[in-house]
């Protein structure tokens, strides 16, 4: 409003300027003309800076917005590609579904996996890093399931290549050796099959495994040796566990998942083992 004032008064001014004095103080006078001139130039001279501006101003605002883009795309991938070899090369969780360790560890308990001292697998080309951590009897280790290697076990080195192992009466013999397992649950009596077996020797380069919840366990008594190099990693510690019964975590029925996870968020709190959350292997 302040300028469009300007322009009005400046023209008001020169009209009573007919007379040739009047007219030659017109001319002689730039006081007069040029706020006139400057009042008319300044809009149309700002609009067409505005107008010059605008193109190039969102042409800046659309290069920012696709490098903060690029950048976020960039980093994004860089976290996956960590938290994937951290996956394949150095460690992994997982739940335990069925009681066949129960007694060491039960069902629904979470577990962190290390990989990394095993001879993790290279992906695609299935070349294996150098194994750091040779196995001992007594270990609980991750395996590929020798009948299907898609499947994953968890079990207890109870013999190695070239022992000669033997059960009677439910107590593990190890090259004629009674050994001590505080950690085996026997709830059949001791004239189960199951509590007595063998004797056999485990072949070189071979694992004889078993669960710890001994009347209870798939295990290399139904299904025979574990090859070493299905040793994939060994349990570190429990990081969660949650008491549901082994029917819900291994339903793969999609709306039965749903219902379940559901109850999980219910019972977060109540059905928590919060006794065993850090729990060392």
Same mark, same amino acid.
């Given at each position: 409003?302040?300028?469009?004032?300007?322009?009005?008064?400046?023209? /008001?001014?020169?009209?009573?300027?007919?007379?040739?004095?009047?007219?030659? /103080?017109?001319?002689?006078?730039?006081?007069?003309?040029?706020?006139?001139?400057?009042?008319?130039?300044?809009?149309?001279?700002?609009?067409?800076?505005?107008?010059?501006?605008?193109? /190039?101003?969102?042409?800046?605002?659309?290069?920012?917005?696709?490098?903060?883009?690029?950048?976020?795309?960039?980093?994004?991938?860089?976290?996956?590609?960590?938290?994937?070899? $951290?996956?394949? *090369?150095?460690?992994?969780?997982?739940?335990?579904?069925?009681?066949? $360790?129960?007694?060491?560890?039960?069902?629904?308990?979470?577990? *962190?996996?290390?990989?990394?001292?095993?001879?993790?697998?290279? !992906?695609?080309?299935?070349?294996?890093?150098?194994?750091?951590?040779?196995?001992?009897?007594?270990?609980?280790?991750?395996?590929? &399931?020798?009948?299907?290697?898609?499947?994953?076990?968890?079990?207890?080195v109870t013999a190695l290549g070239g022992d000669r192992?033997?059960?009677?009466?439910?107590?593990? &013999?190890?090259?004629?050796?009674?050994?001590?397992?505080?950690?085996?649950?026997?709830?059949? !009596?001791?004239?189960?099959?199951?509590? +007595?077996?063998?004797?056999?020797?485990?072949?070189?380069?071979?694992? *004889?495994?078993?669960?710890?919840?001994?009347?209870?366990?798939?295990?290399?008594r139904d299904w025979g040796f574990v090859p070493m190099?299905?040793?994939?990693?060994?349990?570190?510690?429990? &990081?969660?566990? &949650?008491?549901?019964?082994?029917a819900r975590w291994l339903d793969e029925n999609p +709306?039965?998942?749903?219902? *379940?996870?559901?109850?999980?968020?219910?019972?977060?709190?109540?059905?928590?083992?919060?006794?065993?959350?850090?729990?060392?292997?």
């Open positions: 409003m302040h300028s469009l004032g300007l322009c009005d008064r400046a023209t /008001a001014s020169a009209n009573p300027a007919t007379t040739s004095h009047g007219m030659a /103080a017109a001319i002689a006078s730039p006081a007069i003309t040029s706020p006139a001139d400057s009042s008319h130039v300044c809009p149309s001279s700002s609009s067409a800076v505005v107008a010059a501006k605008s193109p /190039a101003h969102s042409e800046s605002r659309t290069r920012r917005i696709l490098g903060s883009l690029r950048l976020s795309t960039r980093r994004l991938i860089v976290l996956a590609a960590i938290v994937l070899g $951290m996956r394949i *090369f150095v460690g992994e969780a997982s739940v335990v579904p069925t009681a066949s $360790m129960e007694g060491t560890i039960l069902v629904g308990d979470h577990l *962190f996996m290390d990989k990394l001292l095993y001879g993790p697998e290279i !992906p695609l080309v299935h070349w294996r890093l150098p194994v750091l951590k040779s196995i001992h009897r007594g270990d609980i280790i991750v395996f590929r &399931y020798p009948k299907d290697v898609t499947e994953t076990f968890l079990k207890r192992l033997e059960i009677k009466n439910g107590v593990l &013999y190890v090259n004629s050796q009674p050994v001590v397992e505080p950690y085996a649950v026997h709830h059949a !009596p001791v004239h189960s099959p199951l509590e +007595s077996w063998g004797p056999t020797v485990v072949p070189e380069g071979k694992l *004889f495994v078993m669960g710890d919840n001994r009347d209870n366990s798939s295990d290399s190099s299905n040793v994939i990693g060994e349990p570190l510690f429990v &990081y969660w566990s &949650y008491d549901a019964p082994t +709306s039965h998942r749903i219902s *379940f996870y559901a109850s999980i968020a219910e019972n977060f709190f109540s059905n928590t083992r919060w006794n065993r959350t850090g729990m060392l292997l």
